[in-house]
């Protein structure tokens, strides 16, 4: 992994921490956690305020994710907002995260003025034991905390305001004319700037888990689904039938069940083409063969006319390749102006064709779930199922890993936002 540390495909982005009075509020927040004031001088944490160097300090690669439930969290700023996440045990925790910071932004930005922020975002479920466990997670709540009593403060100021402005003989009152001055002089005027996030709670829909193996949960209106790897369901249930499993090993049904639903868009020869991302599939096949071909072929220095070259040389290995062929096939056919019919395409190959559609609320889960069918796609995999790609990036011989960096650095990394639009964009 040290590659990926250096080339920031790992912890890459991240916020540094070194002003004196930062570094003191984290340890705060470390100490309310029930952990050392550890935060050394200078650190880097990611949009959860989780940081790397502390998870080393602390032995404790979940020190903010204890039970890979109710995650916690750290805001020392509200620049966190755009920051990465490294660290996630469900697909929705980044969208929850920038969801409170969207809808809060000025009470944050007033509140990190002077303080920080840490809690947890806490649902009904403490601990995961079947999938009903995982089902029943439908709203969280963030469970706000201070370091610096700011946000209490405005919490209790608020209250006495409200009294003072109900009691007629509030001006007579000292005691109450002496809290309220002390609490204003800790927040503020909280009548013109509120430092309270009011927006806490939040619905959590389609999701990602990394329980059980991992596992996806879709929500439609008569019911839900749970899509994993095993042909029969990983997970322990309260019932003794499980009749809404959906398993990766069985393609047919589940790419049916996804274009009923309308999670599918439609076969579309133009982004196929002109998004590029058929021919780049391609591309990354034929490399992907090449590296496990076991022949230690230099991916990171062969032109086209050399990549050619090696094709005609090995070209029963490229034309016993089923994925190449088909990719090949179908690039013909659709440069002729030929119809693609699904129907007459194997199940698992009908995921290299498409993506989810744009317009749909699950489209990202979506997205990230197609991923796990296109594994030589090494440039999606890493945009959208990170967990994948870490996972077989250990499994790879060191030319394509080589490969794999540097490609991913001159696509993706050079302009991250016109790729997600092209290939993901309405």
Request: net charge negative; charged share 25%; no cysteine.
């Amino acid at each position: 992994m040290e590659r990926l540390i250096e080339s920031k495909m790992i912890y890459g982005g991240l916020m540094e921490v070194s002003q004196p009075h930062l570094v003191k509020n984290y340890n705060t927040a470390l100490t309310q956690f029930g952990f050392k004031p550890v935060a050394p001088e200078k650190f880097f944490i990611d949009a959860m305020g989780f940081s790397p160097q502390i998870a080393d300090i602390l032995d404790d690669p979940h020190y903010l994710n204890p039970h890979m439930v109710n995650p916690r969290f750290i805001i020392l700023s509200p620049k966190q907002h755009d920051l990465p996440y490294t660290q996630v045990s469900f697909s929705s925790t980044p969208e929850l995260m920038r969801s409170f910071f969207e809808s809060n932004r000025i009470a944050l930005d007033i509140l990190t003025l002077k303080d920080v922020i840490f809690g947890e975002i806490e649902d009904d479920t403490y601990t995961v034991t079947t999938i009903e466990d995982l089902l029943s997670i439908r709203h969280v709540v963030f469970d706000l905390s201070s370091a610096n009593g700011v946000l209490e403060g405005a919490r209790k100021l608020e209250g006495l305001i409200a009294r003072f402005e109900r009691e007629t003989t509030s001006w007579n009152n000292e005691k109450l004319m002496d809290q309220i001055i002390d609490l204003a002089a800790l927040t503020g005027d909280i009548r013109k700037n509120d430092p309270v996030p009011r927006n806490v709670r939040f619905t959590k829909n389609a999701f990602w888990a990394n329980h059980f193996g991992g596992v996806y949960i879709l929500r439609d209106d008569d019911g839900h689904m749970v899509v994993a790897e095993p042909e029969e369901p990983p997970f322990p249930s309260k019932k003794r039938a499980v009749n809404w499993y959906l398993s990766l090993a069985d393609p047919k049904t589940l790419h049916a069940y996804l274009s009923e639903t309308e999670r599918l868009e439609p076969l579309n020869p133009d982004w196929l083409l002109d998004s590029g991302v058929l021919e780049s599939r391609i591309d990354q096949h034929m490399r992907a063969v090449m590296a496990l071909s076991g022949n230690g072929a230099d991916l990171g220095k062969l032109t086209p006319a050399n990549v050619r070259k090696w094709v005609n040389a090995h070209a029963s290995d490229m034309t016993n390749d089923r994925v190449l062929s088909f990719l090949n096939r179908t690039k013909k056919s659709l440069l002729a102006k030929e119809t693609i019919d699904l129907d007459r395409v194997a199940p698992d190959l009908r995921f290299l064709l498409q993506r989810a559609n744009p317009h749909h609320a699950d489209a990202g889960l979506i997205n990230r779930l197609i991923a796990e069918f296109v594994p030589f796609d090494f440039v999606l995999r890493f945009m959208v199922n990170k967990e994948a790609f870490y996972r077989d990036y250990e499994t790879y011989p060191e030319n394509l890993r080589d490969y794999v960096v540097a490609l991913i650095e001159s696509t993706y990394f050079r302009d991250k936002e016109v790729h997600w639009q092209r290939l993901f964009g309405a």
